[in-house]
């Protein structure tokens, strides 16, 4: 393809055929790799049509010490970055990793309102609503800190004010009871007992993952949540008793890496669990959904809401919104008896 057949802008690398996009801020000329990258002689791809649109409509670039670059730089070396919790701390680093790479050379005080719409529009088609959502708070959150560096005027966060990418959102259930027993029936080692300890303590996947055998006491196991701080005792149920007992105890912690170095990874649990959720048909449920799992097999045996928040650390809101379908399902049935 003839590079007059690209739109303006635009151009193929004569070395390797990247697609690049040229343009002209002041006395700069700035050259920015597509992400549409597509070979040479097939028609142009409305995503490029789309991907030039944005560019065209960006903000110019600036030296650096004044850019975006610059605020991440000074945001994660504050205390507001020290002090988040390690998995609020791990997500963060995440996106801005990537707004590093899309707005690194942006100066924020070029940036509007309309740019920040955009954009969020963009990362919900392109990608999901749910991770359009969280980028925007994550810039909003930057954009707060440049205000502190003096990058912004007081009040001039636009991305202030704009509201979420609305979607339907699917609600969390608990996981069905057959289920529960396929999972069982097709898992084994590490995967049956991050199973069983996430089933039967009702906890995060973050917390479940720290716990070490030191943690132990009696018939229990003492956790500190990552997230509120809390200090809890939760009793083992007689699955997961049984799964602590048949498991090899090769580190401190009690769900360890292949090495026996350390705890499994986040990203190494979830990818291992899925792998079985899809052999079993349970996609729908993911390792989060257990904790809703234990607070409605709470529910079903007749535990109060105080009971219930005992064993998974919650607020009693959060534990009346986890059960909510459970007790409308006991409560039905008591009606039924009622009125029998």
């Known amino acids: 393809m003839k590079g007059k057949e690209l739109p303006s802008y635009i151009h193929r690398r004569k070395r390797d055929g990247v697609l690049l996009f040229r343009k002209r801020y002041g006395q700069k000329m700035v050259e920015i790799r597509l992400e549409t990258q597509f070979p040479e002689g097939q028609p142009v791809p409305t995503a490029l049509h789309l991907e030039r649109d944005r560019l065209l409509h960006q903000p110019a670039p600036v030296k650096p010490g004044k850019d975006f670059a610059a605020l991440i730089r000074h ?16 997500d963060y680093d995440r996106i801005i ?6 707005l690194g050379s942006i100066e924020p005080r070029n940036i509007e309102r309309r740019h920040v719409i955009a954009w969020r529009n963009d990362w919900a088609e392109s990608e999901t609503p749910h991770r359009a959502n969280y980028r925007l708070r994550v810039l909003r959150l930057l954009l707060e800190h440049a205000i502190d560096m003096g990058l912004l005027a007081t009040n001039g966060n636009p991305a202030k004010g704009v509201s979420e990418y609305r979607y ?13 027993e396929a999972y069982r029936a097709n898992a084994t080692g590490r995967e049956l007992l ?11 996947i973050g917390d479940v993952l720290k716990m070490k055998w030191g943690d132990i006491d009696g018939d229990g196991i003492k956790v500190i949540q990552n997230k509120t701080g809390k200090k809890l005792w939760v009793p083992f149920t007689a699955p997961l ?3 602590l007992e048949s498991t090899e105890r090769r580190s401190e912690f009690i769900v360890t890496n292949h ?13 291992a669990v899925r792998a079985i959720r899809e052999t079993i048909g349970a996609l729908d449920y993911d390792i989060h959904s257990l904790r809703y799992s234990a607070a409605s097999e709470l529910a079903l045996a007749g535990a109060e809401d105080e009971i219930i928040a005992a064993v998974t650390g919650q607020s009693l809101a959060m534990v009346a919104h986890y059960t909510a379908s459970v007790r409308q399902r006991v409560r039905a049935i008591r009606a039924g008896k009622i009125r029998e």
Do not use: M, V
Request: hydrophobic share 30%; aromatic share 12%.
């Open 241 to 243: 008793r049984a799964a």
């Open 168 to 180: 339907e959102k699917r609600e969390r259930e608990p996981w069905p009871a057959d289920k529960i």
């Open 194 to 204: 991050l199973f069983e300890l996430c089933l039967g303590t009702g906890q995060r």
């Open 259 to 271: 090495r026996a170095t350390g705890p499994w990874s986040y990203r190494g649990a979830a990818q």
């Open 97 to 102: 990793n990537y707004l590093r790479d899309k």
């Open 75 to 90: 945001y994660f070396a504050s205390d507001k970055y020290r002090n988040l919790k390690p998995r609020t701390a791990h």
